[in-house]
């Protein structure tokens, strides 16, 4: 939580996973599960705010809370009491002691039963939650009788949250550590902010898009600490920040600066010079590069007090000693202090003292005051050798500072229009688009359309994007500048594939894919095997791959395209296994090599051949990694997909909350590209999501957008992406809108048929099989399901075969055929079930009832320890009040281990209990 400056209101962003699991946490405590969770995490990583945040949303559930002070960490049962003040009931006599200063006898154990009774009082409302933040300060007393009393409560429905500082962590008493380890309770460890939050506090604070280059820079800067992420936005206009380049670092918070500053002031003169010297040379370096800058002849004793001040810390850096600042904001402060004059001759002095040319270069660049065209142009050929490379990032930046440096308005803007080209090639949409302008103002000509068109097209704006690069291969020579109109064919294709229009994107990536022959630039092979796709015409794509290896560990630079080609060629053909081997090599290759795109998009297709073959942890695994890079790089043109294809099995999962936040994801992004694959994708994922919920109408109205669209585009096309007839068809089904199933139905069949697609031709089968079953027509109905059920033994698709299954047992069930189609439903079972398909397990469990089949019932359950101590008190003839004060357990314990009694035993009074007792001759004796 922190306070956004321009509004003064609290601002929360972030921490869904924490969130969520505190959340999972209440459910299980409102339904008689008490729950621990021991919430861990450096000052200032924002402990207090998730609890307040979480608090805030839970509704109905009754707060009582306590805070350790430092100052009063020796007063016993200090945080008890300020539990029992928060809870405002009244107080028993047992109460009262709780709350009692001058009893003597106030031990952990009387308290802790005292404790027992108020959350047994308070629970009467509702859910309780028991809150002690800052616990590292929290009296010891307190804390063993707040552990005495949970763990004495077993079917309470108390949370116990408590919040300490991770390096504190173990000063608690070791049964509270236990307890969090154990089956009731969990340990959430707060790091430092996600990229994707962190652009979101910013962005809150700021009220403004933070690159994610800038993003990454203060991720770093900050220790991803939200407490030093709002002192530096608050401090600091964001503009300011976003100049910083590689040469200067980011400013530290003023309070921060303050306390570094000082701690230099107190130390020796050649220690300063040393500490000042290792600012200039960077976060680390050796330390006798540093004192032969600082110029000094006791570089040990300089250290030693150095790190007494705690401004330095030694690392090992081989066979010369590393010394390092111990994070950047120290440095930071240290750097910025250091007036322009000398700064600048040490930056000059240090490029003379290194050995690498690439630094010696960042020295002279941080050094120079004005325009300078040998820098300028030693620094463009260095990024272009970085670009060459994949060190995109870094080619980035060199190229953007040799635009500054440049005086001529020529070089200024050819090397600014390829700073931006890295920018988009590297994944930087953000940082790119705040160079707009600076693009716009360029002479004209075919590379700056090229490159406005690619910062349309990659903000979301097809139209404009297609406008401009028509332009620039208008304006282009194909001949002088054949690399150019590649790149320009290539983007033409990928946004007529991304309008769903195969065919005509099909000659713009052939030509895209001839003017790469010979030239540096990897050929866009995925462009290319799109289009084939979008016009089911895989085969024939699958052969122009062929020069590629069979198997390919560690792809080249060159093979990265291709490979994630041929494996959205081999999804599109059915081949899984294949599609799974190649694309999981893509994503690692394009961290290495570029092109960024592939980054995400690698792991977004290795999610999608995953779903299909039931390793749905990988997927979810794998497509929320790609949507969280693709926010995060702020690639709006292809969110819609990321976030679709992280959807589906978590739909299919049951996993509804998780589910849905991408479902409406993809439509938000959707609404904002508004091409037609980001239109499919969305309705895809909510269609996905309804039939999960078995809500048919839902599925049906997610589906409108598509199916009002004409018959034959690539979206029909079988192995693609976007599976929705099937869908469609049978949400009709089940709706008895049969007429319209059937038209909805007999594209994809004839299309699949066309294609010889077999997993098409299984999913065409199940449907066709229900609408011939609803139908009455039976002969029809099994010849459909046997021949899908034949078709679906040589594929490896769980899920598509668990499907079938299960609609092939309901048909059985319901024609008749009792035992066979009990066995299919039991195989779909045990086949959803290994998925984790909760709703679909479900499903087949009420066909299984419904039939009779739920199982025989075995012998009854032992009782446990707790229930016989519980059994003997009550035999006794003891109120379920004083069996709780008996065993110093709370009363809703007693109820539900009575609860579990009665059912073990078939019994359903006290009455009864005690007569099944003597008649069965039990001996509670022997526990």
């Not at 407490?227 to 608050?234: G, I, K, P, Q």
């Not at 497509?623 to 997909?641: F, K, P, R, S």
């Not at 009074?909 to 005690?914: A, D, E, N």
């Amino acid at each position: 939580m922190t306070t956004d400056v321009h509004s003064g209101r609290a601002v929360f962003v972030g921490r869904r996973e924490e969130l969520r699991l505190l959340r999972a946490r209440l459910e299980e405590v409102r339904a008689g599960e008490p729950r621990v969770v021991l919430v861990e995490g450096a000052a200032g990583i924002g402990k207090t705010a998730l609890l307040q945040r979480f608090l805030a949303e839970a509704g109905d559930i009754r707060v009582v809370g306590a805070s350790g002070e430092e100052e009063e960490h020796q007063l016993p049962y200090g945080v008890v009491e300020q539990l029992v003040r928060s809870s405002r009931v009244p107080r028993t006599d047992q109460r009262a002691a709780l709350g009692a200063t001058t009893i003597p006898s106030r031990r952990a154990v009387a308290i802790g039963a005292g404790l027992i009774e108020l959350l047994d009082a308070l629970q009467e409302q509702g859910p309780v939650c028991v809150v002690v933040d800052d616990a590292q300060w929290a009296d010891r007393p307190s804390l063993v009788a707040l552990l005495f009393a949970m763990r004495r409560l077993q079917a309470d429905r108390v949370l116990t949250l408590i919040a300490v500082r991770e390096d504190r962590a173990f000063d608690l008493p070791a049964g509270l550590l236990k307890l969090a380890d154990g089956e009731r309770g969990s340990t959430l460890r707060l790091r430092g902010l996600p990229l994707t939050e962190l652009r979101e506090l910013a962005a809150a604070i700021t009220e403004n898009v933070v690159p994610v280059s800038l993003a990454e820079q203060l991720r770093e800067h900050t220790g991803a600490s939200p407490l030093h992420l709002r002192a530096l936005l608050e401090e600091y206009p964001l503009e300011r920040l976003r100049r910083a380049n590689g040469d200067t670092p980011l400013p530290a918070p003023r309070s921060v600066g303050a306390q570094v500053l000082t701690r230099v002031a107190a130390c020796p003169p050649q220690a300063q010079r040393l500490v000042v010297a290792a600012a200039i040379l960077g976060q680390q370096c050796a330390l006798i590069l540093a004192q032969r800058l600082a110029g000094i002849d006791d570089p040990l004793g300089a250290l030693e007090a150095a790190m007494s001040a705690g401004l330095l810390r030694t690392q090992d850096a081989g066979r010369d000693h590393g010394i390092a600042f111990p994070d950047p904001m120290t440095r930071s402060a240290v750097y910025n202090d250091i007036g322009p004059a000398r700064r600048a001759a040490l930056h000059l002095r240090a490029a003379e003292l290194v050995n690498r040319p690439d630094v010696a270069l960042h020295h002279r660049s941080a050094a120079a005051l004005g325009e300078d065209e040998p820098l300028a142009s030693d620094l463009a050929a260095h990024a272009r050798r970085q670009a060459a490379r994949g060190e995109l990032a870094g080619a980035a930046a060199a190229m953007l500072r040799a635009s500054d440096l440049s005086p001529a308005r020529a070089q200024r803007e050819r090397r600014l229009l390829e700073g931006v080209d890295h920018l988009l090639v590297g994944g930087d949409v953000n940082r790119a688009a705040t160079l707009t302008d600076d693009v716009r103002r360029c002479a004209d000509g075919p590379y700056r359309r090229y490159v406005l068109g690619r910062l349309a097209f990659r903000g979301g704006r097809p139209a404009e994007a297609r406008e401009l690069l028509l332009g620039a291969w208008d304006a282009c020579d194909r001949i002088r500048e054949r690399e150019l109109a590649g790149r320009i064919a290539a983007e033409l294709a990928l946004g007529l594939i991304r309008q769903a229009r195969g065919d005509e994107a099909l000659p713009w990536a052939r030509r895209a894919v001839s003017a790469a022959e010979g030239t540096v630039t990897p050929a866009p092979w995925a462009h290319l095997a799109y289009a084939l796709v979008h016009s089911g015409e895989v085969p024939r794509g699958l052969a122009e791959l062929a020069f590629l290896p069979a198997e390919v560990i560690e792809p080249t630079a060159e093979q990265v395209q291709g490979l994630y080609a041929r494996g959205l060629l081999r999804l599109a053909g059915d081949d899984l296994p294949g599609a799974r081997a190649d694309l999981a090599v893509v994503e690692p290759a394009a961290r290495r090599w570029g092109p960024f795109a592939f980054v995400f998009a690698g792991l977004c297709l290795l999610a999608e051949v995953e779903y299909r073959l039931g390793c749905w942890d990988d997927a979810v695994t794998h497509a929320e990694a790609a949507a969280t890079i693709g926010e995060d790089a702020g690639q709006v043109w292809m969110l819609g997909w990321l976030h679709s294809a992280a959807a589906a099995p978590l739909a299919g999962r049951g996993e509804w909350e998780r589910a849905r936040e991408h479902v409406e994801a993809a439509a938000r992004h959707a609404r904002a590209v508004q091409d037609d694959a980001s239109v499919a994708d969305a309705a895809l994922a909510a269609a996905r999501l309804a039939a999960a919920r078995d809500d048919h109408e839902a599925v049906v109205e997610a589906l409108q957008p598509l199916a009002r669209r004409p018959r034959g585009e690539a979206l029909d096309e079988p192995g693609g992406l976007w599976p929705w007839r099937e869908l469609h068809a049978d949400a009709l089904i089940r709706l008895d809108r049969l007429e319209e199933a059937e038209l909805v139905l007999v594209p994809l069949e004839e299309l699949a048929t066309l294609r010889g697609h077999g997993g098409t031709l299984v999913s065409a089968a199940r449907v066709r099989g229900n609408l011939e079953a609803a139908r009455k027509r039976a002969d029809l109905a099994d010849a459909a399901f046997r021949a899908g059920m034949e078709r679906s033994e040589t594929r490896c698709a769980p899920f598509d075969r668990a499907r079938l299954e299960a609609a092939y047992g309901r048909y059985l069930r319901r024609a008749g055929k009792r035992g066979t189609g009990l066995a299919v439903l039991k195989s779909a079972r045990d086949r959803f079930e290994r998925l984790g398909a909760r709703p679909y397990v479900e499903c087949c469990d009420r066909e299984l009832i419904g039939a009779g089949s739920s199982g025989g019932h075995g012998q009854r359950p032992a009782l446990t320890r707790h229930e016989v101590a519980v059994v003997r008190l009550v035999t006794q003839g003891l109120t379920n009040h004083a069996v709780a004060e008996q065993l110093v357990v709370s009363l809703n314990t007693v109820e539900y281990h009575l609860k579990n009694i009665y059912r073990k035993l078939g019994v359903a009074s006290r009455t009864q209990l005690v007569a099944h007792l003597a008649k069965e001759e039990i001996d509670l004796e022997g526990g």
